[in-house]
Structure formats: structure tokens, C-alpha cells
């Protein structure tokens, strides 16, 4: 109840939206500005600090802003830029770390009962910041289609995104790194994944890398240097 309360106060001050375009409800602050403020928090409190990088770095907000189609941003963006959805990103593992050439998840193309295709996967992520309040999960794992469903198109590292309560989606542990006391936790779970709910639709299946390399990138070389400094 305590962080609900913080995480929805951030989000009346328009913590959450630095990386959001205006058009979605963001207000686009340059990295130098993002880096002082984030500074300034973690000086405060850290754990408030790492709740308010999060959504400004790591979250799937830049991936959507950079890779997302237009429906996919109009429906996430504005909801994350005023704190609606809180985000998570999901990649490390007990096998690979934060690194997604490691041994992260496998999933395979599969066609449902009603001749859907969908993803089903395992996951076991853990240490993912944010991850036991989360209302919107960004994912990241591998994909196989051993029947060629897709008809040709080529796997690998996909990214995709699950509001909360998604189905065999489980969210019940909670990590205390430090005992900075900041929601940090595992996903877990055997779970389906609509084609369309890959950031950028069924055609950037396998090109999670990209993305990742590109967007991680700024959480890492200014948002956690921030929160340390």
C-alpha cells in the first residue's frame, strides 16, 4: 500500500513521463535533464529514485516510442506517461543474467484451438525491478517454430508486452536487494503470447536484439549512473 500510494503521487507529478512523446502525453526531457533529476531523487530516497528510472529507462516505454506500431502507442503511452500502467522489463535469468545472448527463455510458435498463432513460453526472470507492482510486463525470450508456422519468417530474441493479469502470469515474489526496500521480484510462469502483443507487431519477431541493445543503452549509461551519483 505504501508504494501504491508513492508510485501513484509520481505519477500526478508527471515523474513518468520524460521519455514520452508530447503527442502521447509525455514531455520528452533531454537525458541531462533526466540524469539531474533522477540524481536529485535518489539523493532523497533510493528506492524512490529506482522507482522513478525505471519507467524513464528500462521500461518498455522507449521500446514502444522507437519500435511500437501506432496502435500499440496510442493504447501504452499516454496510460504510462501518467502512471495508469507501471512498467517492468523482464531479461534477467538464473542462466544468462541481464544478458540476452545467455540462455534466456525459449518459446515456440504454436497454433491454439481456434488456429490462432501464439508464442507459448516458459519464463523464470528474476531481480526485474518493479516487477511485484507492475500492471505491464515487457518480455524478453527466444523464439522457435520447429513447424514453420510463420511461414518462413526467422526466429530469435522477440520482446512483447502483457498488461497485468495475464493468464499463468505469476508475480508473487518479492527480492530485497541491499534492503533498499524498492519492489523488485520475479515473473514466472507457462504463458501464451498473441502475435500482436509483440512491440511492433508478428514482423519483428526475432529482432529483439536490436531493440534491446539500442534502448537498454540509455538506462545503463545514463539512468543507473544517475541513480548512483
Known amino acids: 500500500p505504501k508504494f501504491s500510494s508513492l508510485m501513484g503521487d509520481l505519477g500526478k507529478a508527471g515523474i513518468y513521463k520524460f521519455i514520452v512523446d508530447p503527442k502521447y502525453g509525455g514531455d520528452l526531457f533531454s537525458r541531462a535533464s533526466i540524469s539531474q533529476i533522477l540524481s536529485k531523487m535518489t539523493s532523497v530516497n533510493p528506492g524512490m529514485g529506482i522507482v522513478a528510472m525505471v519507467p524513464n529507462s528500462l521500461g518498455p516505454a522507449e ?3 522507437k519500435y511500437g506500431n501506432e496502435i500499440q502507442k496510442k493504447h ?3 496510460k504510462l506517461a501518467n502512471g495508469e500502467l507501471i512498467p517492468c522489463f ?3 535469468g538464473p542462466n544468462n543474467g541481464s544478458d540476452a545472448t545467455g540462455k534466456i527463455d525459449i518459446g515456440k510458435v504454436i497454433k491454439n484451438k481456434e488456429g490462432k498463432l501464439q508464442i507459448e513460453v516458459t519464463i523464470k526472470k528474476r531481480d526485474i525491478t518493479l516487477a511485484p507492482v507492475s500492471n505491464l510486463i ?6 522457435t517454430d520447429p513447424d514453420n508456422l510463420l511461414e518462413g519468417q526467422i526466429g530469435g530474441v522477440t520482446v512483447a508486452l502483457l498488461e497485468g493479469g495475464h493468464e499463468g502470469l505469476r508475480q508473487d515474489y518479492y527480492h530485497n536487494p541491499l534492503d533498499t526496500g ?3 521480484g520475479m515473473l514466472e510462469g507457462t504463458i501464451r503470447v498473441d502475435l500482436d502483443q509483440i512491440i511492433g507487431g508478428r514482423e519483428k519477431i526475432g529482432e529483439g536484439w536490436k531493440m534491446l541493445m539500442e534502448c537498454l543503452a540509455a538506462g545503463r549509461g545514463i539512468c543507473l549512473p544517475a541513480t548512483a551519483n
Not at 515487457?138 to 523464439?143: C, H, T, Y
Open 138 to 143: 515487457g518480455l524478453a525470450f527466444q523464439v
Open 182 to 184: 524498492f519492489p523488485n
Open 63 to 65: 521500446l514502444l516510442e
Open 76 to 78: 501504452y503511452l499516454p
Open 90 to 92: 523482464g531479461l534477467t
